[in-house]
Nanobody
Framework: QVQLQESGPGLVKPSQTLSLTCTVS??????????WSWIRQPPGKGLEWMGA???????YYSPSLKSRTSISRDTSKNQFTLQLSSVTPEDTAVYYC????????????????????WGQGTQVTVSS
């Protein structure tokens, strides 16, 4: 059973970079055909897919966030990370890491209904 756990600061100042780490257990982030994503939910709104890193290391991003988002991984620690730059209060949300398998490509990864495993989520507030 794959388990995911988000970690990172709960408060970030406007214009700074938000950095979160997802630690994976029960499976390897390099396992064929698995993909690993960041998804967020602002208060009172629905889930928003931000981007993914595939088992191969290839990355995919939401067009609306692409200019500010970077996803990377550390295979030695079985972790993947999110960096979101130039944050504003509109980036306040619960941030989730999630995993799925069995398909590939942008249309697959952006489909939130395909994710089988989720972290518990971490609240990030952007405020001075």
């Amino acid at each position: 059973q794959v388990q995911l756990q988000e970690s990172g600061p709960g408060l970030v100042k406007p214009s700074q970079t938000l950095s979160l780490t997802c630690t994976v257990s029960g499976g390897s982030i390099t396992t064929d055909y698995y993909y690993w994503s960041w998804i967020r939910q602002p208060p009172g709104k629905g889930l928003e897919w931000m981007g993914a890193i595939a088992y191969s290391g290839s990355t995919y991003y939401s067009p609306s966030l692409k200019s500010r988002t970077s996803i990377s991984r550390d295979t030695s620690k079985n972790q993947f990370t999110l960096q979101l730059s130039s944050v504003t209060p509109e980036d306040t949300a619960v941030y989730y890491c999630a995993s799925g398998a069995g398909c590939s490509g942008y249309e697959c990864y952006r489909n939130i209904s395909r994710y089988d495993y989720w972290g518990q989520g971490t609240q990030v507030t952007v405020s001075s």
